[in-house]
């Protein structure tokens, strides 16, 4: 139990396009998500929190018109970067809170790769 | 606010050597604390997890980490380490009810055959 996958493991795109990048969690439904970025050989660094049915609440620094969060139900958050740059270039991982023990289970993390 | 460190950046063993890898967070109150995993190519698992209860907790493959609330420490364990534990390990700290967990900047593990 308690599975979360990411669509896609993997997007290469143009800069000044869009991405979306989806979070589900498989087995059990989750009102909070996480999103996160890692940088190669460092750690996890939190991007903003998605809530259902509310608005995404970000961590200082984080453009909020830059990466728009839509947690549209209980299993489903979708992570858009907008315009994007070389410089978005990460893996970008998402996580769902699995109540009542407020554990996280990870989604497998998505690569993008900005041309 | 929450911080967390992991004092041992990289960590090389041999097979069959004894594992120990600190963790300390700043926190003034209640936590709930974790220990996650990273294996080469794969995403992030729970090795195990602190709510309350006895500080000696026991994880899956054979981890087990301490909590010593005088020492605002959680360090992992495990008395023999085999080359299949080669990965990142990463301690999270999140204040009850509060959602989101501060990760530390992980620890490479390499075991050696």
């Known amino acids: 139990g308690a599975v979360v996958s990411q669509h896609p493991s993997w997007v290469i795109c143009k800069s000044g396009t869009s991405v979306k990048i989806e979070c589900r969690s498989l087995?059990?439904?989750?009102?909070?998500m996480f999103w996160y970025r890692q940088f190669p050989k460092q750690s996890l660094m939190l991007m903003a929190t998605?809530?259902?049915?509310?608005?995404?609440?970000?961590e200082q620094g984080v453009e909020k018109d830059k990466f728009l969060i839509n947690h549209a139900s209980l299993t489903l958050s979708t992570l858009t970067v907008t315009s994007a740059h070389p410089e978005d270039s990460s893996f970008y991982i998402c996580?769902?809170?699995?109540?009542?023990?407020?554990?996280?289970?990870f989604g497998p993390g998505t690569r993008l790769t900005v041309l | 606010a929450q911080s967390v460190s992991q004092h041992n950046h990289h960590v090389i063993l041999s097979e069959a050597a004894s594992l120990e890898l600190g963790c300390n967070y700043s926190?003034?109150?209640?936590?709930?604390l974790f220990w996650y995993v990273q294996y080469p190519g794969q995403h992030l698992q729970l090795l195990l997890k602190?709510?309350?209860?006895?500080?000696l907790v026991k994880g899956i493959k054979g981890f087990e980490a301490e909590f010593i609330k005088s020492k605002f420490s959680f360090n992992l364990r495990k008395p023999s380490v085999q080359w299949s534990d080669t990965a990142e390990y990463f301690c999270?700290?999140?204040?009850?009810?509060?959602?989101?967990?501060?990760f530390g900047d992980g620890t490479t593990l390499t075991v050696k055959p």
């Open positions: 998605s809530n259902e049915g509310s608005k995404a609440t970000y």
């Open positions: 602190y709510f309350s209860g006895d500080p």
């Open positions: 999270a700290v999140t204040a009850p009810n509060a959602g989101k967990s501060t």
């Open positions: 996580s769902a809170v699995q109540a009542p023990t407020d554990t996280q289970y």
């Open positions: 087995d059990f439904q989750a009102t909070t």
């Open positions: 926190y003034g109150g209640t936590v709930n």
